[in-house]
């Protein structure tokens, strides 16, 4: 039953997470746009304009060495008039206008060699150099090139009969090819949607691979590795979290056991309100405040300084200077603590009561067993096992939390990372670093299940309900 | 009790906030007519009523009335009062003719009144709450109630019914990949559709219990479930924001649906499990009536009772997080006017206090009330 369930669960999480890293790539894909001009744009400072037909091959080459020459993921689902090696076409103002021909006309192989003898006839027409026929010739084909209209081409076809004589040949044969595809037309079965399988060799795969070996890609922005960037991000955001958790624990515990033993009166519904209210209290909004208070060193916060944490970092962090990290990072600490606190006051506080009442608890009064036995040995125990899987929820929450607080205190967090990184357009850095996350979350919530069923042995799975009872 | 009078005051000024600060006044009388602006401008722009020139692209401040009764507050959230630009503050020295004229929580930086903002961010917060609460709701009862209902085994579909479906599915799936339009594609997808739809209505009539097939629902559901809870909201909302090219307060609401419809799915779903093996909806089924009626009107009642809460919880979640992406400065059209965009501005000036205090202070109340009706409704639950 047990393996059942861990084989089915595992297989359903791996899944899942493989469908994001999908939808997260083709994201990264579709948001960063046409990597190769920004890239080329970075590089020759914003002038990188090619013509059609001078494009492909500069384009093409740009391509490979970034490594986009492949088709992008495993399969491809197109209409059948569509060569299955489609994707081999770089250039986007290339591909946008062979595609509305290919469209009117059906017929790669003759979309394909007009496009040719376009070519040729624009090599030709550089090569020989005959002043007015040459100049003409130029500009028409540069013309024609953008043409995705076939009557429009047609007509652009005609012209004096002066300008064909130095290239009669070239000229011809483009004629013949716009007559036959100003006839052609695609039949209903060119529609018929077909796939084309590629193999692993595809973008997908080789972005997929590299993720798990590690190797994140590099940042749009500065070229660094994004796998560095999150390395010296990661310690921060640990730290403040960990002191976070810890200090709510430290704070509730004792609070909400405390709540929940004494007898209620009017006082405890209103320290109820005030953790619910604690609860509500929106992080930012605190942390906005106290960096406002922080800014004046006359109220005392002079311990605070917006501009330190690099110098921290430089300067060997916790293990040098424990008292000057504890100090710096208290304010963010705070800002994330109290919610937490406040939230498993009130939880701790519910479940200990709900324990409280239990008919073994009851049982184990009747027999005698004092006060504190009883609440540190039958009750607490039985109390914090739904802890087990909160913890899980909590890792993702903090992180989410974290994010507008780092941002405030300018701690350079994951959270700043990837507010950073959107600002500035980086996309590797931000799809990554959410397929992490994602990844940390389901890991977690797969870790609290089993551990759940581990320390308590009245749960069990029922493995044809896929989840635990 | 209060906390019912707060929601009243909200939903006051979520509707009537025009009412209550406005730079157009209520009743004025201008070349000798009278005219009731506020009352009037939606007519207005509807093209119902015609104003004179000078209103419609004049400044409503600098018009000179015979007669006027201004607004509470003589500010539009828009309004920009160029003669105290640059944040004063509530307690500063401020350029007015009038004690009516004041700005009773300051100016922001380009010179907007931060109260009649705060007055709109009401119907903002409220909208966003209300909207995206909706559009999870019917998305997380949807999903939620047919893998509840059916599970893995009981929907079954004859074979031709199935091979209808997976066709139309193929069809969808090919039309969205190929950028949803372009005219021949449209053309085929609907002859693809309609030979599809053709056979499915063929198999409907086509008795072939001998040749069912279970669909695996649930599996199905609980892997989209699954996959989306993965990613936390906040990043999940700012992954996909990057992808609509000027997203507005109707993009960011569609997308904070697209990520709550998870939880309220899980809690219909186990709902729907607990009801359906339950002896009156056996016998309902006994009874023969149609499955759809039997989720509709036997089930979902007695389900929604746990599902208000997780609405309440909601409801605050997604105010939170609008208020979130509006002060991180994400997703939000510039001139967006809401809590979280007025203290985005105490970014750049951490000294104008009253620009993060009184939004937040909203955000606050909002979010207590609706956690403490929450709370409220789950005490009272198991009461009745």
């Given at each position: 039953?047990m ?68 088709p ?74 953008f ?111 405390l ?15 005030i ?27 002079s ?38 606190a ?5 939880y ?61 205190f ?19 850095t ?11 979350t ?28 | ?32 007519i ?32 015979e ?36 700005h ?74 190929q ?12 002859y ?70 998870t ?49 309440a ?11 979130y ?60």
């Amino acid at each position: 039953m047990m393996l059942t369930y861990l084989i089915k669960r595992i297989s359903t999480l791996l899944l899942s997470l493989w469908l994001i890293s999908v939808c997260l790539f083709f994201l990264q894909r579709y948001v960063a746009g046409d990597i190769v001009m920004s890239q080329n744009k970075a590089r020759t400072n914003g002038t990188f304009y090619l013509h059609p037909l001078e494009a492909e091959k500069v384009y093409r080459a740009e391509a490979q060495r970034l490594n986009l020459q492949m088709p992008p993921f495993y399969f491809s689902l197109k209409a059948s008039l569509f060569p299955d090696t489609f994707y081999q076409i770089q250039y986007p103002e290339a591909v946008r206008i062979q595609q509305e021909l290919l469209l009117q006309t059906g017929n790669w192989s003759l979309v394909q060699s007009y496009f040719n003898t376009l070519t040729t006839f624009y090599e030709n027409v550089k090569r020989i150099n005959q002043p007015a026929q040459s100049v003409f010739w130029k500009k028409k084909l540069q013309e024609m090139a953008f043409l995705s209209d076939l009557s429009i081409i047609q007509s652009a076809m005609v012209v004096p009969a002066e300008m064909s004589t130095p290239f009669t040949e070239d000229y011809r044969k483009l004629t013949v090819i716009v007559k036959k595809m100003v006839v052609s037309k695609p039949s209903f079965f060119d529609w018929i949607p077909v796939m084309h399988w590629y193999g692993l060799n595809n973008q997908y795969h080789a972005w997929f691979e590299n993720i798990l070996a590690g190797d994140f890609g590099t940042s749009a922005r500065d070229g660094r590795l994004v796998t560095d960037k999150l390395k010296e991000a990661i310690p921060w955001t640990l730290w403040v979290n960990g002191l976070a958790i810890f200090f709510a624990y430290f704070f509730s515990l004792p609070l909400g056991i405390l709540m929940a033993v004494i007898p209620h009166k009017s006082w405890t519904s209103w320290v109820n309100n005030i953790l619910l209210a604690l609860y509500a209290l929106p992080a930012f909004w605190v942390a906005s405040l106290l960096l406002y208070q922080a800014t004046l060193p006359s109220y005392g916060f002079s311990f605070f300084s917006i501009s330190a944490w690099t110098y921290l970092q430089q300067n060997g962090g916790f293990s040098e200077q424990p008292v000057r990290f504890l100090l710096q990072v208290s304010l963010p600490v705070f800002c994330m603590t109290y919610g937490l606190a406040a939230y498993l006051t009130s939880y701790i506080q519910s479940s200990f009561s709900k324990v409280l009442g239990e008919p073994y608890i009851i049982y184990a009064r009747t027999k005698g067993i004092s006060g504190f036995r009883l609440y540190f040995k039958h009750v607490l125990p039985n109390a914090l096992l739904p802890q087990i899987v909160f913890i899980a929820g909590i890792i993702p929450a903090l992180v989410t939390g974290s994010v507008a607080v780092e941002v405030i205190f300018n701690m350079p967090g994951m959270g700043r990372l990837l507010i950073d990184s959107i600002h500035s357009q980086d996309w590797p850095t931000v799809y990554s670093f959410v397929l992490l996350i994602a990844v940390l979350t389901a890991l977690g919530l797969l870790l609290s299940d089993f551990l759940l069923v581990l320390s308590d042995p009245r749960i069990r799975f029922s493995a044809n309900k896929n989840e635990a009872v | 009790m209060s906390i019912r009078y707060f929601f009243i005051v909200v939903i006051f000024f979520a509707l009537f906030g025009d009412w209550i600060a406005n730079e157009k006044p209520f009743y004025c009388k201008y070349n000798g007519i009278n005219y009731f602006p506020v009352w009037e401008s939606p007519m207005v722009k509807l093209g119902l009523k015609k104003w004179p020139a000078d209103f419609q692209n004049g400044n409503w401040q600098d018009l000179n009335f015979e007669k006027q009764i201004k607004t509470l507050i003589p500010y539009s959230p828009e309004t920009i009062d160029r003669k105290n630009l640059g944040l004063k503050g509530p307690f500063d020295h401020q350029q007015i003719n009038s004690l009516h004229d004041r700005h009773w929580m300051g100016t922001d930086r380009i010179g907007r009144d931060v109260l009649s903002g705060w007055i709109r961010g009401f119907r903002m917060a409220l909208s966003v709450g209300f909207l995206s609460v909706l559009m999870a709701g019917i998305t997380g009862i949807f999903f939620g109630g047919i893998a509840g209902f059916y599970g893995n085994d009981r929907l079954k579909l004859s074979l031709f019914k199935a091979i209808f479906l997976v066709g139309w599915i193929i069809g969808l799936f090919f039309w969205i990949s190929q950028g949803l339009a372009t005219h021949w594609q449209n053309k085929f997808i609907i002859y693809w559709q309609c030979i599809w739809l053709m056979l499915g209505v063929i198999g409907y009539y086509i008795p072939s219990r001998s040749f069912s097939i279970a669909l695996p629902v649930d599996w199905t559901i609980n892997l989209m479930v699954q996959a989306i809870d993965a990613i936390p909201s906040l990043f999940f909302l700012l992954a996909f924001l990057p992808l609509i090219k000027n997203p507005g307060i109707i993009d960011v609401i569609i997308l904070i649906a697209c990520v709550r419809w998870t939880g309220i799915a899980r809690l219909v779903r186990a709902e729907f499990l607990r009801i359906r093996d339950l002896e009156y909806i056996q016998s309902a089924k006994l009874l023969g009536i149609h499955s759809f009626t039997i989720c509709w009107k036997h089930i979902l009642p007695n389900a929604l009772g746990s599902l208000w809460i997780t609405f309440a919880y909601s409801f605050a979640g997604a105010i939170l997080l609008e208020a979130y992406l509006g002060y991180l400065g994400i997703g939000m059209p510039p001139g967006t006017i809401s809590w979280g965009s007025q203290m985005q501005q105490v970014r750049e000036s951490p000294s104008a206090w009253w620009l993060a205090v009184f939004p937040g202070l909203a955000i606050f109340l909002f979010l207590f009330s609706l956690q403490k009706m929450g709370e409220k409704m789950e005490s009272t639950r198991f009461k009745i």
